[in-house]
């Protein structure tokens, strides 16, 4: 759980270098059918790919601006 949280959250939990290939491979076997195939009219079918969970951007990812030493004390001379 702490390397899916290192990684992006909760949704990338179970996702290691096994499934990433996995999914990649899927992929790859799907890119090549569409472009090997005989389809008719010349058209090769949409074929989605594999889902896998969604990055976060960078707007999700910008922290917070960092405090000052003087904000901290502050923050502690408040108890």
Do not use: C
């Not at 569409?34 to 058209?43: M, N």
């Not at 889902?51 to 001379?77: D, M």
């Amino acid at each position: 759980m702490t390397t899916a949280l290192a990684s992006g959250g909760r949704e990338q939990f179970g996702w290691g270098q096994d499934r990433h290939l996995a999914a990649d491979l899927f992929d790859a076997i799907n890119q090549n059918t569409r472009a090997t195939g005989q389809w008719e009219k010349g058209k090769s079918p949409k074929i989605p790919a594999y889902p896998r969970p969604q990055a976060k951007t960078a707007a999700e990812e910008t922290p917070a601006r960092p405090r000052s030493v003087a904000e901290i004390y502050q923050h502690f001379q408040r108890r």
